[in-house]
């Protein structure tokens, strides 16, 4: 598919034209880094009056009603007790002198704060008349001075002498051992002792406000607020001969120091300020139109590195003027993001998303008819190829010319394999075969897609990478016609293809794919994962090659320059303080010029110094906070407690070294991010922050902070104790309530128990009343039954007898002789006795009625026999011996013998009636 980019219009490219020729261009210049410090970061005032350093390395700065604080890492602001405005400041040892409204005196650090003691307080040596202010403070011969616009006051550490001015002055300076005091009208003169001798032959000074007076290479410097600066060499005065004196005059000076490298520096009153170059007579001029944040300097400071620290009417500067990194500034807004910069012989080009611009005579400038988003610029020999949203242009010589009207040109690489050099555009790959003549450009047909990386270390393969997602191989022949494309992303089956980028590293070629590193099997055709760049280089996001042996990449957030030395990688971490918020993702560009390379930032480009290995032999010393609170090594900090670790190596520039920390017990290096390290959600017990220093290759260990974190509040002794009383007292608690609750319910249960055996007793007595129902019923069962029985005896018998006595008195009626009738009777009571066949069916009957009575009598009783068993029925039925003997067919007296066998066989003794215990039976 052809992806076509919109191409701007005729008419607004004119529209474009007509507005960048008519916007005002500031000259630009490559200037030092430059740190703007506003009252949001130091909480203060506006007027910074007087800067110094402190023999701690921390720098200090007189803010109107404040004394500031900067140790690199924090700020702290601190009020005299009185309140007046601060002035001056001079560091002496380890005093820091300070001078204000009728006050004057010293702070000194204790326990991570400062402390003031007050010197003319004490003293009492203004007087309600004066009304001084000390604006600057100085040491000669050994004694402290405090200077106002009428007087000095000495300190020799003891006693403070007052001496007065005859005249109005501006500032004392110590030239060649010697005080020099700057009258406003009178001139120069030389203070000696209390006397006060005017200098011969520099008249031309009187009516002049002095600022400063500066000795350098024998010669001596004045620099006055209005008329410039003037020059005394060999007794003569004259004006400084230069061309910056001119534009001085108008700009109002304020400061003026000499640095190191034959430097001087002058801050204006509405200029900004000026860095002069001895040696070249030449000057930088750094104001509100490129980067300070201000043109009024009021006071100027040098730390240990030989910066410039700037007191502004509005904020503090920080002016990196002996680091090799340069910054090229643009705040107009005219230039826009760079996307890529190289260094010409007169000065740069640049492609920005505004159009191609070059920098020459300190002049910068928009190159016609090149308005739009530029992308790149590659120099091939001598010249230079620039892709651009409407083509590709060339520039040689200082000539601009257009090569190509095709859309885009994103990068331009050189082939492995020969002197060619491939592009890659909006709709495909171009390939310059001849350097002396770029006009001449092939393109290789059957791709139409927008390539953005491409590389070569194969003859008729080319690598490419889509500026969206997806990594292609192509093949071509020698004619340049595709004959094979392959999605190798996707028959490597990575997914996450977005972004794909190309790096060539000795001759073989790397790809980055959501940050992972791949090389090509060409045995397999897959994609494989790189060992020695996964092991290495782990969550990079861009990556760019300086020269064949360094390379810059991105990694997390953080710029490293890598230096490839063998099989091994020295990296060196770049200040995050350069290009914070500045990178232009996926489009880092590097240009090497001899020693340094510049990298294309939002508002301009960068030079960096390429350098191998960080030596610095660094100091440090760390300061630990806990509720800003100063904390010693091995002290015990609260539990959840936030711990602050400001690690202070006294250094504010580009020799800052590269420091790293790790936590006790962990085998990670953390960077320590701007000297600062916080601590948060520790356990407790003990710890310790080891901080190394990384020179690229290895991690040297600087310092270590030891620190027991104290246990939970809520596990300390007084809490235990709390715990167990509370605990204590909620068993006790359990247990009276666990006993009143046993109490209420063995109250409850006697309640339900006494309930339960009313109720079981009148269960048991409804119970025992049934069953003695059911007794007695069974008694009077068994009584009738034994009474039913005897009846039917005694029916029988009575039956007998009765029709025996009626048939004997029917015989004995008769007329019969005696044998007769006795024959006759013995017939009679033959007859009538009870046949075999009645009495069988009567002990049958009898039986059943006692059949429940003969089965527990014959288990309890088993040797009873059936002779033995009628006889207890008889007995049970109640009927005497007398009764029982014809029943039984025996006589009366074998009935008392069985009845006496009966009881030995029951086991009863000669008490127990026989008849009673049957009944029980």
């Known amino acids: 598919m052809d992806i076509k980019y919109p191409i701007l219009k005729v008419k607004i490219a004119l529209f474009f034209l007509l507005y960048f020729s008519s916007l005002p261009f500031y000259s630009q210049e490559l200037l030092p880094f430059v740190e703007n410090y506003n009252k949001s970061n130091y909480q203060g005032d506006n007027q910074i009056w007087s800067v110094a350093q402190g023999n701690d390395s921390a720098m200090y700065f007189a803010n109107n009603y404040y004394l500031l604080r900067y140790d690199g890492v924090k700020w702290e602001k601190y009020s005299l007790p009185n309140k007046t405005i601060i002035r001056s400041v001079m560091v002496d040892g380890d005093r820091i002198y300070t001078g204000s409204y009728k006050e004057f005196g010293y702070w000194t650090r204790k326990k991570g704060k400062m402390i003031y003691v007050s010197i003319s307080d004490k003293t009492k040596?203004?007087?309600?008349?004066?009304?001084?202010?000390?604006?600057?403070?100085?040491?000669?011969?050994?004694?402290?001075?405090?200077?106002?616009?009428?007087?000095?006051?000495?300190?020799?550490?003891?006693?403070?002498?007052?001496?007065?001015?005859?005249?109005?002055?501006?500032?004392?300076?110590?030239?060649?051992?010697?005080?020099?005091?700057?009258?406003?009208?009178?001139?120069?003169?030389?203070?000696?002792?209390?006397?006060?001798?005017?200098?011969?032959?520099?008249?031309i000074l009187e009516n002049n406000v002095i600022h400063a007076i500066e000795k350098f290479q024998n010669k001596i410097y004045f620099f006055t607020k209005k008329n410039g600066v003037y020059v005394a060499e060999n007794g003569v005065l004259k004006p400084w001969n230069s061309t910056l004196n001119p534009i001085l005059k108008a700009a109002n000076i304020n400061v003026a120091a000499f640095i190191k490298n034959n430097k001087l520096v002058i801050g204006t009153a509405n200029k900004g300020v000026y860095i002069f170059d001895l040696n070249t007579n030449s000057y930088q001029n750094i104001n509100r139109n490129n980067v300070l944040m201000n043109n009024s300097i009021l006071s100027i400071g040098l730390d240990k590195e030989n910066d410039l620290w700037l007191g502004l009417d509005n904020g503090i500067a920080h002016i990196e003027v002996n680091s090799p990194i340069s910054i090229f500034y643009d705040n107009s807004g005219v230039l826009g993001s760079v996307y890529s910069v190289a260094s010409t012989p007169k000065g740069y080009l640049m492609a920005s998303n505004h159009g191609i611009f070059k920098y020459e005579d300190k002049q910068l400038s928009l190159i016609p008819d090149t308005q739009g988003q530029a992308w790149n610029i590659s120099k091939l020999n001598d010249k230079y190829l620039i892709g651009h949203n409407e083509g590709t242009f060339l520039y040689d010589n200082g000539v601009f010319s257009k090569l190509s009207t095709i859309n885009g040109g994103w990068n331009v690489t050189k082939s492995s394999i020969n002197n060619s050099y491939l592009q890659a555009t909006y709709s495909g790959v171009f390939i310059y075969n001849d350097v002396n003549n770029l006009n001449q450009n092939i393109v290789i047909?059957?791709?139409?897609?927008?390539?953005?990386?491409?590389?070569?270390?194969?003859?008729?393969?080319?690598?490419?990478?889509?500026?969206?997602?997806?990594?292609?191989?192509?093949?071509?022949?020698?004619?340049?016609?595709?004959?094979?494309?392959?999605?190798?992303?996707?028959?490597?089956?990575?997914?996450?293809?977005?972004?794909?980028?190309?790096?060539?590293?000795?001759?073989?070629?790397?790809?980055?794919?959501?940050?992972?590193?791949?090389?090509?099997?060409?045995?397999?055709?897959?994609?494989?994962?790189?060992?020695?760049?996964?092991?290495?280089?782990?969550?990079?996001?861009?990556?760019?090659?300086?020269?064949?042996?360094?390379?810059?990449?991105?990694?997390?957030?953080?710029?490293?320059?890598?230096?490839?030395?063998?099989?091994?990688?020295?990296?060196?971490?770049?200040?995050?303080?350069?290009?914070?918020?500045?990178?232009?993702?996926?489009?880092?560009?590097?240009?090497?010029?001899?020693?340094?390379?510049?990298?294309?930032?939002?508002?301009?480009?960068?030079?960096?110094?390429?350098?191998?290995?960080?030596?610095?032999?660094?100091?440090?010393?760390?300061?630990?906070?806990?509720?800003?609170?100063?904390?010693?090594?091995?002290?015990?900090?609260?539990?959840?407690?936030?711990?602050?670790?400001?690690?202070?190596?006294?250094?504010?520039?580009?020799?800052?070294?590269?420091?790293?920390y790790k936590i006790s017990g962990t085998k990670e290096f953390i960077p320590v991010s701007e000297g600062l390290i916080v601590l948060n959600n520790l356990n407790s017990g003990s710890a310790e922050i080891s901080v190394y220093l990384h020179d690229g290759l290895n991690y040297d260990l600087l310092s270590n902070f030891q620190f027991i974190v104290a246990k939970?509040?809520?596990?300390?002794?007084?809490?235990?104790?709390?715990?167990?009383?509370?605990?204590?007292?909620?068993?006790?608690?359990?247990?009276?309530?666990?006993?009143?609750?046993?109490?209420?319910?063995?109250?409850?249960?006697?309640?339900?128990?006494?309930?339960?055996?009313?109720?079981?007793?009148?269960?048991?007595?409804?119970?025992?009343?049934?069953?003695?129902?059911?007794?007695?019923?069974?008694?009077?069962?068994?009584?009738?039954?034994?009474?039913?029985?005897?009846?039917?005896?005694?029916?029988?018998?009575?039956?007998?007898?009765?029709?025996?006595?009626?048939?004997?008195?029917?015989?004995?009626?008769?007329?019969?002789?005696?044998?007769?009738?006795?024959?006759?009777?013995?017939?009679?009571?033959?007859?009538?006795?009870?046949?075999?066949?009645?009495?069988?069916?009567?002990?049958?009957?009898?039986?059943?009625?006692?059949?429940?009575?003969?089965?527990?009598?014959?288990?309890?009783?088993?040797?009873?026999?059936?002779?033995?068993?009628?006889?207890?029925?008889?007995?049970?039925?109640?009927?005497?011996?007398?009764?029982?003997?014809?029943?039984?067919?025996?006589?009366?007296?074998?009935?008392?013998?069985?009845?006496?066998?009966?009881?030995?066989?029951?086991?009863?003794?000669?008490?127990?009636?026989?008849?009673?215990?049957?009944?029980?039976?």
Not at 135 to 156: E, R
Not at 461 to 480: M, Q, T
Not at 762 to 789: F, G, P, T, V
Request: charged share 25%; glycine share 4%.
């Open 125 to 203: 040596v203004f007087d309600d008349s004066d009304n001084e202010e000390i604006w600057k403070i100085f040491k000669f011969k050994g004694k402290i001075y405090f200077q106002s616009f009428n007087g000095l006051f000495l300190y020799d550490g003891k006693v403070i002498q007052k001496n007065k001015f005859p005249f109005l002055v501006s500032y004392c300076f110590v030239v060649d051992n010697q005080l020099l005091v700057a009258s406003v009208e009178k001139g120069i003169h030389r203070m000696n002792g209390a006397a006060f001798e005017k200098i011969p032959g520099w008249s």
């Open 445 to 660: 047909k059957g791709i139409l897609k927008p390539i953005k990386y491409v590389a070569q270390n194969r003859k008729n393969e080319i690598w490419a990478a889509d500026n969206n997602r997806g990594l292609y191989r192509i093949l071509y022949n020698d004619a340049y016609e595709t004959t094979a494309l392959k999605n190798v992303t996707q028959s490597s089956k990575i997914k996450n293809d977005f972004g794909v980028k190309i790096f060539e590293f000795r001759n073989e070629i790397l790809f980055l794919i959501n940050k992972l590193w791949y090389t090509y099997n060409s045995i397999t055709n897959q994609l494989e994962e790189n060992e020695l760049f996964n092991a290495n280089f782990k969550n990079v996001s861009n990556i760019v090659s300086i020269d064949e042996n360094h390379f810059l990449l991105l990694q997390e957030g953080l710029l490293y320059t890598i230096y490839a030395k063998g099989n091994k990688f020295v990296r060196n971490i770049i200040q995050e303080k350069y290009y914070r918020g500045k990178i232009i993702n996926d489009n880092l560009k590097v240009f090497k010029y001899k020693n340094n390379y510049l990298l294309n930032l939002d508002d301009g480009f960068i030079s960096l110094q390429l350098k191998e290995v960080n030596k610095s032999d660094s100091k440090i010393r760390i300061e630990a906070f806990v509720n800003d609170v100063l904390v010693p090594n091995k002290s015990k900090i609260p539990y959840n407690s936030e711990l602050q670790l400001h690690v202070l190596s006294g250094v504010f520039g580009a020799a800052r070294p590269n420091l790293f």
């Open 712 to 921: 939970p509040w809520y596990f300390s002794l007084w809490m235990i104790a709390l715990y167990l009383t509370v605990i204590g007292l909620i068993l006790y608690l359990y247990y009276k309530w666990n006993k009143m609750r046993y109490v209420q319910k063995l109250a409850l249960r006697d309640e339900e128990l006494k309930h339960q055996k009313k109720i079981l007793e009148m269960e048991l007595k409804a119970d025992n009343e049934l069953n003695i129902q059911e007794y007695e019923k069974h008694i009077l069962e068994l009584e009738l039954q034994s009474k039913s029985s005897e009846v039917a005896g005694k029916s029988l018998s009575i039956a007998k007898q009765s029709e025996m006595i009626e048939n004997i008195q029917g015989i004995l009626d008769s007329d019969m002789d005696f044998n007769k009738l006795k024959s006759e009777i013995k017939k009679v009571i033959k007859i009538n006795a009870v046949n075999k066949h009645e009495w069988e069916t009567f002990e049958t009957n009898l039986n059943q009625i006692h059949n429940e009575f003969i089965i527990h009598l014959s288990k309890k009783y088993p040797a009873l026999t059936s002779k033995d068993i009628k006889l207890c029925i008889y007995l049970k039925m109640n009927l005497s011996s007398k009764e029982i003997a014809p029943m039984m067919n025996i006589s009366f007296r074998g009935v008392e013998l069985h009845r006496y066998r009966l009881r030995k066989k029951l086991n009863l003794t000669q008490e127990e009636n026989l008849s009673k215990f049957l009944l029980t039976i």
